[in-house]
């Protein structure tokens, strides 16, 4: 069972997601939060492996709350956090992924989406849309110079997980990579996995990070 925290201020939207998921047979909604604070303090006590995330939210928005839910605890335990928006909110992308967010959900989006989405990525997986990819890329350019963190090394990647990365951050599923660089899917799954694990990367969403901030990817490519 995948255990799951629903975290929006606004009730009809816990209560609408919550029926939805609860009739899932692989779902269990463990509990709900109003607010980011209690988002925090409900996953400390519940333990869920993914947590809907709103991103306007009282008392503590959903930035500053996925940050303490995932920057106290060891990678093993931490829960996946979903982070629940709209397209409007393109200021918000980049630092939710930063903060370790595995993914974005459109706040409207179909039933079945949600429930995919769920499952994507409490199986270790990023949920990140080639929209969203392209807004990553536009904040991360208009940052100045100074602003952006500090490069990550990739030194230790080969060429071809180089490229891979690449593509990553470009908004490619491992199928389109797989076409691309005219290889069996199977291999670009080795591949992101050698990527992971030797940029110690819990998975795509924190590769496309990185990728931007070492330089490999830069707006217009």
């Known amino acids: 069972m995948i255990r799951v925290l629903i975290a929006d201020d606004q009730a009809m939207v816990r209560q609408g997601f919550g029926a939805l998921l609860a009739a899932q047979p692989d779902l269990l909604v463990v509990g ?28 503590l928005d959903g930035l500053a ?15 996946r956090v979903l982070i629940l928006t709209t397209f409007d909110l393109d200021d918000y992308v980049y630092e939710a992924l930063r ?40 904040e991360f350019a208009a940052r100045p110079g100074r602003d952006r963190p500090r490069p990550v090394s ?11 990365l690449r ?9 389109e990579i797989a076409a ?18 030797k940029l110690d990367l819990r998975d795509r969403a924190q590769a496309v990070v990185v990728a931007y901030e070492s330089g490999l990817v830069a707006a217009g490519d």
């Open 180 to 197: 691309e660089l005219v290889v069996a899917e199977q291999t670009v799954k080795t591949h992101v996995g050698r990527i992971l694990s």
């Open 65 to 79: 709350a996925t940050r303490q839910l995932l920057g106290d605890r060891p990678e093993t335990a931490r829960p």
């Open 154 to 164: 990739l030194a230790g990647l080969t060429p071809r997980e180089t490229e891979v």
């Open 32 to 59: 709900d939060a109003a607010n980011g604070a209690e988002a925090v303090t409900a996953a400390r006590r519940l333990d869920p492996d993914v947590v809907l995330m709103d991103v306007r939210m009282p008392v």
């Open 99 to 138: 903060a370790g967010a595995s993914g974005f959900l459109l706040k409207d989006a179909p039933a079945a989406d949600l429930v995919h989405a769920v499952r994507v990525v409490a199986a270790g997986d990023a949920l990140l849309a080639p929209a969203v990819t392209r807004r990553l890329i536009a």
């Open 167 to 175: 593509l990553i951050a470009r908004g490619r599923s491992n199928g």
